[in-house]
Nanobody, 124 residues
Framework: QVQLAESGGGLVQSGGSLRLSCAASGRTFSSYTMGWFRQAPGKEREFVALISRSGGSREYADSVKGRFTISRDNAKNAVFLQMDSLKSADTAAYYC?????????????????WGQGTQVTVSS
């Protein structure tokens, strides 16, 4: 089992940047595919980015491709989301998630563990 805690959210102007962090407990962090999802008010939770166990494979939602970068540090049990060129449409609660699914997947159903979320608000 793993516990996840996000940090780094806040209020930023359009065009600005934020770096989200997710700290994981447990000694098997490197065995999880890690993902970031987000949920805006009145909308369903949506996939943002994922990174494979070794960090060698990454996937992004089309809406954030070229602006967001996911990374991980297995030695520190942490995953990060660097968000640049932020837009008002990026305003949402952002969630870190861990998956034991055999292959990396953008489906939230394949993620076993979730953090509590951190709010990102982009003002126009």
């Amino acid at each position: 089992q793993v516990q996840l805690a996000e940090s780094g959210g806040g209020l930023v102007q359009s065009g600005g940047s934020l770096r989200l962090s997710c700290a994981a407990s447990g000694r098997t962090f490197s065995s999880y595919t890690m993902g970031w999802f987000r949920q805006a008010p009145g909308k369903e939770r949506e996939f943002v980015a994922l990174i494979s166990r070794s960090g060698g494979s990454r996937e992004y939602a089309d809406s954030v491709k070229g602006r967001f970068t996911i990374s991980r540090d297995n030695a520190k049990n942490a995953v990060f989301l660097q968000m640049d060129s932020l837009k008002s449409a990026d305003t949402a609660a952002y969630y870190c998630a861990a998956s034991t699914w055999p292959l990396p997947s953008s489906s939230s159903a394949t993620y076993n563990y979730w953090g509590q979320g951190t709010q990102v608000t982009v003002s126009s």
